[in-house]
């Protein structure tokens, strides 16, 4: 069994369009993040939510938005697409400080 | 704001060497300190937890030791393969998030 799944795991769009990838953990984990992998691979934290509750947004554009409608999903939703929001988004889960990734969604705006 | 570095930044040796990949943070207020494998393409995969009470930890040919005080890691691979290529990420846990080094991109020549 999949512990983080998201989907999709490939994702090309146009500009300006209007786009959601999916997370899921059937860990039972409370914490349950989204990083993005710029193209130099490095990993930085976009949010994190406990329990449904958002506890960090580090300095994302507002057209980013997660919704987590349980423990077990955390979503995100991309507005009006950019091209520099072309990158590998990660969900993530934790418990206790130990993380599990998903496989990353391949996100290409063009 | 916690920083983690890792070096070197990218790594190529033969087959059947004995190798050290460091990884180092400014701040030393750390939950514990995680080591990651990355295949191209695809997730992270779990290698190494370290807690902040612990010095080391090992799995196989792989042993990982943190010196809080000084933030240091390092993640020591013995009698290393080809199937050891890879990106390897260390990762600090502060309350609710993971903060990563840039990587260390390790190629085993056979």
């Known amino acids: 069994d999949t512990a983080v799944s998201q989907t999709p795991k490939y994702l090309v769009t146009q500009m300006g369009n209007d786009k959601s990838i999916k997370c899921e953990q059937n860990?039972?984990?409370?914490?349950m993040y989204w990083y993005k992998q710029d193209s130099k691979k490095f990993l930085k934290i976009m949010f994190s939510?406990?329990?449904?509750?958002?506890?960090i947004n580090e300095t994302v554009p507002n057209r980013f938005s997660p919704k987590s409608p349980d423990k077990a999903h955390l979503n995100l939703h991309i507005n009006s697409l950019e091209l520099g929001d072309s990158a590998v988004y990660f969900c993530?889960?934790?418990?206790?400080?130990?993380?599990?990734f998903g496989q990353g969604t391949r996100l290409t705006v063009v | 704001k916690q920083e983690v570095t890792q070096i070197p930044a990218a790594l190529s040796v033969p087959e059947g060497e004995n190798l050290v990949l460091n990884c180092s943070f400014t701040?030393?207020?750390?939950?514990?300190l995680q080591w990651f494998r990355q295949d191209p393409g695809k997730g992270l995969t779990s290698l190494l937890l370290?807690?902040?009470?612990?010095r080391e930890q090992t799995s196989g040919r792989l042993n990982a030791s943190l010196d809080k005080s000084s933030g240091r890691s390092t993640l020591y691979i013995a009698a290393s393969q080809p199937g050891d290529s890879a990106t390897y990420l260390c990762?600090?846990?502060?309350?609710?998030?993971?903060?990563f080094g840039q990587g260390t991109r390790l190629t085993i020549n056979p």
């Open positions: 993530a889960s934790s418990q206790g400080g130990t993380g599990s």
């Open positions: 860990l039972g984990h409370d914490t």
């Open positions: 939510y406990n329990n449904k509750e958002l506890i």
């Open positions: 701040d030393s207020a750390i939950y514990n």
């Open positions: 370290i807690q902040s009470s612990q």
């Open positions: 990762a600090v846990s502060q309350p609710q998030k993971l903060v």
